[in-house]
């Protein structure tokens, strides 16, 4: 069955860093749509920023110049590079892929955490 693993959450200060991975198994991850989302709790889960099979990017406002999505084909894993974070982005983040243009989730990962203290 398909796999997305995530990990590199954690707990880190204001203005720190974090790099997330998520590992994808038993998907065609070289024409897959991969995206990450994050869920605080009370609300719902949105898109941070997704890449496409061509490696065209889309990020969240919130998020652009911060932080930046990548992926590697031949390790079939996906990037998030979070920088300057604040405590607003505290959050589990979801790795997520779909086959075609567009991010519509069709698999999820199990999620990470990830805390921002003041």
């Known amino acids: 069955q398909v796999q997305l693993v995530e990990s590199g959450g954690g707990l880190v200060q204001t203005g720190g860093s974090l790099r997330l991975s998520c590992a994808a198994s038993r998907i065609i991850f070289r024409i897959s749509s991969m995206a990450w989302y994050r869920q605080a709790p009370g609300k719902q889960r949105e898109l941070v920023a997704g890449i496409s099979s061509s490696g065209s990017t889309n990020y969240a406002d919130t998020v652009k110049g911060r932080f930046i999505i990548s992926r590697d084909n031949a390790r079939e894993t996906v990037y998030l590079e979070m920088n300057s974070l604040k405590p607003e982005d505290t959050a589990v983040y979801y790795c997520?892929?779909?086959?075609?243009?567009?991010?519509?989730?069709?698999?999820w990962g199990q999620g990470t955490q990830v805390t921002v203290s003041s």
């Open positions: 997520s892929s779909n086959y075609g243009s567009g991010f519509t989730p069709q698999y």
